[in-house]
Structure formats: C-alpha cells, structure tokens
C-alpha cells in the first residue's frame, strides 16, 4: 500500500487507493530487483471527471479540493480495503503555518519526492502490485504417458462383418491421449481405454442392414432398421465413413464440440485413474458396403 504524502501549507492530500487487480492487458514478466523481488508498482491512472491524463502522474491536490476528490472515487474503492492517508504515526501532520496564521502558499512548497504535481486535481492514481512470475506463468501441463491396450477379439458377426481389431482400439487410444496431452488435458491410462462388445453388437445391427442406403438405421438409439429388426446393444458417440481409423475417429471426436463434451470432457482435469473409455469399430456391411467402410462408437464411463 502506498501512502499519501502530506508536506507545505496548501498540500493536504495525496489519495493513492490500492487493488489487488493486475491488468489484462499485462501479460509480461516484470523485471526483478536484486534477489528476486517483484520491481515497483506498476502505476494506472483513473479519472472520475473524464479529464484524461496525456501521462499518467500522481497528482498532489490542495487542501480544499481533497474533499470533493475523496467523493469522487467512491464508485472506484467501493467494498476495498483502504489505509487512511497518515504520516506513519496514525494522523495526518498539520500544514506549516506562517506567523499570520495563514498557510504558506502551494507555490513555494517543495513538492514530493520523486512525484509530479499537475494542474488536473480530479485524478485520482491507484497503485497497482506488481504481478509475481508465479501468476504470470503457464500451468504446467501433463506429460504423454506410454503403455498398451488390451486388445479386442476381431469379432464378425453372424451375416459377416468384421468386428474391433487390436489395431483399432491401439490407435484410438494413441491419438486420444495425444488430443489429450496437446491440449493440456491428462491422458487417460492405456489400460482404461477398452474394447466394448455392447457398443459393437449395436454397430454390427447398423451394418448389417439390408438396405443399400448406408445411412439406414445409422445413428443413436430410436434409430430404425429398413428390415423392422429392433434394436440391440449400446449407445455411444458415433462416427462412420470410408477410410477412417481409430485415430482418425478420435480426432473427428475432438473436432466437433458437442462430442468432445461427451467423450473428452475438458472440464475435467483431475485424476484419470477411475475414468474409462470404451471402443468398438466395424468394417464393411451388408449388401455390399466394403471393409474400408467403417462405423465406430465410443463412451466416457466410471471404471
């Protein structure tokens, strides 16, 4: 907190109001002094009376006027803490007085050290903390992680398509933990991101649609086979189309925002030690879609 300064006879008051608030547009390292302390108070003038100030100086106001400033920054320290303007020893000291009893004049009043005094007596100058490097700096983000998956059967179903291969849920999880990491999100363990036959039995119903439409029966539960065939298995995020792999699915996940809520959820930064991601891909489907022709699911759950 910095104090005012009280000297000569018509220099009553000097209001310098301290915040805790550093300014957005500040976002380098402040220079240190010897020793690692945060340099000096960065300095921001405020003007109540719309009067700009070309530069920002602190502003010595004479006696009569420090009432109507004090009102004046009522709107700018309202609910902050705010020392009393004294010389140390808990009261304002009295200005000189000459032997009429008048005060002496501003004009032959030394003014303060290392201040400028102006003619703009409606600004006020709050003194603002210089920012330590520790609010400055970057959160530390988490580093990639190794291991594997357990792998998946390569299962097919019963009219033929090919079901979650190893390499599938392999390269799934390596670019969902890289979106992760990327993205200063901690990666979930290799050994929590699974296979999932729920979700790959209701792919294998999609796929094996007899429509040549691909589109028919494809998306969440309520969906509607052109055969009438209810539905069977579980939910999850879905992507389908030809080409795509585990880690191309995982980055459409990513791109789009509505999914990336769902199955990355960026809200959550703590421990992934209980989080699991399930998995599942087919390729290929019936009559004649070819095994290049992929749909994949995926799902955030509690493990």
């Known amino acids: ?71 004046s920054t009522e709107d700018v320290t309202q609910d902050e803490p705010r020392e009393d303007a004294t010389d140390g020893a808990g009261s304002a000291p009295e200005p000189e007085r000459t032997s009429s009893g008048g005060a002496t004049s501003s004009a032959s009043a030394p003014a303060p050290a290392n201040r400028t005094v102006t003619e703009e007596s409606d600004v006020v100058y709050r003194a603002l903390p210089a920012p330590l490097p520790s609010e400055l700096a970057t959160p530390a983000c988490s580093a990639p992680i190794s291991g594997s998956t357990a792998g998946a059967p390569s299962a097919t179903s019963a009219l033929g398509v090919a079901g979650t291969t190893s390499d599938d849920l392999a390269s799934f999880a390596a670019r969902y933990n890289e979106i992760r990491v990327a993205n200063c999100l901690p990666p979930v363990p290799f050994g929590n991101i699974r296979y999932d036959s729920c979700m790959e039995q209701r792919l294998f119903w999609m796929a094996e649609d007899p429509s040549t439409d691909p589109m028919s029966a494809w998306g969440h539960i309520g969906s509607q086979r052109s055969d009438g065939v209810p539905s069977v298995g579980c939910d ?15 980055q459409k996940w990513w791109d789009s925002s509505g999914h990336r809520a769902s199955l990355y959820k960026p809200g959550n930064t703590g421990s992934m030690a209980g989080t699991c991601i399930l998995f599942a891909m087919t390729h290929g489907g019936v009559p004649n879609e070819p095994y290049s022709f992929t749909r994949a699911a995926a799902r955030w759950v509690s493990c």
């Open 1 to 71: 907190m910095l104090r005012s300064v009280f000297s000569g006879a018509a220099i009553a008051a000097v209001i310098i109001v301290a915040i805790p608030a550093i300014p957005a547009a500040i976002t380098a390292t402040p220079s240190t002094a010897p020793g690692g302390a945060p340099s000096a108070s960065l300095i921001e003038a405020v003007s109540p009376a719309s009067v700009p100030s070309p530069t920002p100086s602190p502003t010595v106001l004479d006696a009569e006027d420090a009432p109507a400033a004090v009102a």
């Open 236 to 250: 999850g995020n879905l992507a389908g189309g030809s080409g795509n792999t585990g880690s191309t699915v995982a």
